[in-house]
């Protein structure tokens, strides 16, 4: 049977096979089966070019981008908390001054309360007509003024240090200057006071200004 010249390969793509064959020949062991097959052959099974066991992990991919997507999710998500820690934080501290500012005006309005009878005693006295009102009545009003201004101040909190015959606290005192003492006993005694001190509950508003005894032998 004759074979027409368009089913027969072309001579340069015989010969290569034939190189090909000789060279997987040489390599392979000794008895080993070698199998046959033309380019077009080899073409045909693999179209694409890409070794059959190679393998592609699509999955590894996806979950890889659901990764990096999760991780901007919380990462917002905790930039949104903070801002509100933030916030609430911001608006407590105001709230917490204006609440403190409205206690110490309270605070300060009761003591004014207290002291107003007094300031109306004390205005009645300064406008007397002088003619009319004698000296010890002036003297009488005066004590009078002072005395509920103290009742005022010292039922708000207000102590007067006065440490007559008391011993010397440099804490409270003030020592403006010594004189001797009579005996081993008054030293360092306060011996009298200039100017009366003033505490407002832990507060020492003004020490006392006193003279401190002390013993020479």
Request: aromatic content about 4%; cysteine-free; glycine content about 6%.
């Amino acid at each position: 049977m004759t074979t027409s010249g368009a089913d027969a390969p072309p001579p340069e793509r015989t010969d290569m096979n034939k190189r090909r064959n000789s060279q997987t020949d040489a390599e392979a062991p000794q008895g080993a089966e070698i199998p046959r097959g033309s380019d077009e052959q080899t073409a045909d099974a693999n179209p694409t070019g890409v070794a059959p066991d190679a393998d592609f992990d699509v999955s590894e991919t996806t979950s890889s981008a659901q990764a990096d997507g999760g991780s901007d999710r919380e990462l917002s998500e905790q930039r949104d908390k903070y801002l509100r820690l933030a916030a609430e934080y911001d608006n407590f501290r105001k709230r917490a001054g204006k609440e403190r500012q409205e206690v110490s005006q309270r605070a300060q309005g009761d003591l004014v309360k207290q002291l107003i009878d007094a300031l109306d005693d004390l205005a009645r006295f300064a406008h007397v007509d002088p003619a009319t009102v004698d000296a010890a009545t002036v003297v009488q009003g005066a004590d009078m003024v002072e005395k509920k201004l103290l009742k005022a101040l010292q039922s708000a909190g207000l102590q007067i240090i006065h440490p007559l015959d008391q011993p010397f606290d440099p804490s409270q005192h003030e020592a403006v200057m010594t004189e001797p003492a009579l005996s081993p006993e008054d030293d360092h005694m306060v011996g009298r006071v200039f100017q009366s001190g003033y505490r407002f509950g832990s507060q020492l508003l003004r020490p006392a200004r006193v003279v401190v005894k002390q013993w020479n032998g």
